[in-house]
């Protein structure tokens, strides 16, 4: 299998030794993704860290939650840009909950966020392959997986009742966190979110390629949860 683009060729035996870390970090960076690099135009510093990326989405959802928000990186001009090339600083893991749209709830414009949604923010292996190339190549400094209040998809799973199509996908990947949250005390359902939320931090750290970078301190995996009512963020670990 190999990707075409006009300045990318990966090959199926580099992917390979690639995904079986026989390729360290600085020859990752240096050799996969330097071709892809040169194809995105940079829109963040270049000495961004981890935590200084995960304090901007901090400070965002902050201002939204106090009606404040800037709305920056809306314009014209920043739409023309970004057509040219993509740097986001973070990365989001969430989920498709129409309530929880990130951009808005951690004030943020055009190409600051690479976004993965799906319902009870599940880590797919095409949701992590996304998320290893947002923060391989793009340059994302942070991913937070980001669970909400009340979310519908726990909820199913906690009841169990038989459901129609794929949804049962869904709920199977979700079902491990209700098990194992089920004797915490305090709310049930908010338990099983943010075991939910934790058991897919640890399916990400699980990558290959996330867990190289992490080691080489140029990205941070974090949990955040969502308060449907407030709107507001907390961390969760």
Do not use: W
Not at 73 to 84: C, D, G, H, P, Y
Not at 191 to 216: R, T
């Amino acid at each position: 299998m190999s990707i075409q683009h006009p300045q990318i060729n990966l090959s199926r035996r580099g992917l390979l030794k690639f995904g079986a870390g026989a390729i360290g970090t600085g020859v990752l960076t240096a050799g996969l993704s330097s071709n892809l690099l040169a194809a995105e135009t940079k829109s963040v510093p270049d000495d961004i860290t981890p935590d200084k990326a995960l304090q901007e989405l901090l400070d965002g959802n902050d201002r939204f939650v106090k009606a404040k928000r800037r709305n920056p990186n809306q314009t014209q001009s920043r739409l023309v840009e970004v057509a040219k090339g993509q740097k986001p600083f973070a990365s989001i893991l969430g989920c498709a909950d129409s309530r929880v749209p990130s951009e808005i709830v951690f004030d943020q414009g055009l190409g600051d966020l690479f976004v993965c949604r799906i319902a009870g923010n599940i880590a797919t292996t095409q949701q992590i392959g996304s998320l290893e190339f947002g923060s391989l190549v793009l340059g994302t400094k942070v991913i937070m997986v980001m669970g909400h209040e009340r979310c519908g998809a726990v909820q199913a799973a906690m009841k169990g009742d038989p459901v129609p199509g794929q949804i049962g996908s869904l709920l199977e990947a979700i079902k491990p966190s209700v098990e194992s949250s089920k004797d915490k005390s305090g709310d049930k359902l908010e338990n099983a979110c943010k075991a939910n939320i934790l058991a897919q931090i640890k399916k990400l750290k699980s990558s290959s390629v996330l867990s190289e970078l992490i080691k080489a301190e140029k990205l941070k995996i974090v949990g955040g949860y969502y308060d449907l009512d407030t709107g507001e963020i907390s961390i969760v670990s």
